[in-house]
T-cell receptor, first 113, second 115 residues
């Protein structure tokens, strides 16, 4: 079955700098890759997702890149702000066949003022 | 307001005492799912449902039951809770329509402690 590994487990960056979180997946048939953000004490919320027919997607300061050959995808946050501090989860799925999301273990992002 | 609700939000119980955590969504979503979240392990899927009367096991179904008698409700049942089921539980719903977003909407979470 699918396995998703997420690195690093903790990332500390200076406010204004960029942050990159990387996930690798094992199932080459996976075709949907979302990223969720979970603030302390809150529920996870989708921030960006990508399907396997595109290599990159951007939404303001957030971007996701997908390398299907290497089976990894990354979350890029530019010009980080204090409100970006949270735990970020990646996931992978064959969404149109088994509807199961397999999740990474999470990355705690700390923005230093 | 479009939302997923869970009840109760907090529950402390004893080993072996049956309990039910309710989940309800008002977005007419086909897909509903239960996750447990434990430190360092991320989110692990317990059960999911693609529609009424259709349920499937996730990664960690042992010790749990679910039912989907109505589209909006997806209760999680622990017949005989044990301390290793102490966790934070999230219900989520979403659409399976490939023409739409696959976003999952999460409930507020239920923190369960089994002593």
């Amino acid at each position: 079955g699918e396995n998703v590994e997420q690195h690093p487990s903790t990332l500390s960056v200076q406010e204004g700098d960029s942050a990159v979180i990387k996930c690798t997946y094992s199932d080459s048939a996976s075709n949907y890759f979302p990223w969720y953000k979970q603030e302390l004490g809150k529920r996870p919320q989708l921030i960006i997702d990508i399907r396997s027919n595109v290599g990159e997607k951007k939404d303001q300061r957030i971007a996701v890149t997908l390398n299907k050959t290497a089976k990894h995808f990354s979350l890029h946050i530019t010009e980080t702000q204090p409100e970006d501090s949270a735990v970020y989860f990646c996931a992978a799925s064959r969404w149109d066949s088994n509807y199961q999301l397999i999740w990474g273990a999470g990355t705690k992002l700390i923005i230093k003022p | 307001e479009a939302q997923v609700t869970q009840n109760p939000r907090y529950l402390i119980t004893v080993t072996g005492k049956k309990l039910t955590v309710t989940c309800s969504q008002n977005m007419n979503h086909e897909y509903m799912s239960w996750y447990r979240q434990d430190p360092g392990l991320g989110l692990r899927q317990i059960y999911y449902s693609m529609n009424v009367e259709v349920t499937d096991k996730g990664d960690v179904p042992e010790g749990y039951k679910v039912s989907r008698k109505e589209k909006r409700n997806f209760p999680l049942i622990l017949e005989s809770p044990s301390p290793n089921q102490t966790s934070l539980y999230f219900c989520a719903s979403g659409t399976a329509d490939s023409r739409s977003s696959y976003e999952q909407y999460f409930g507020p979470g239920t923190r369960l402690t089994v002593t």
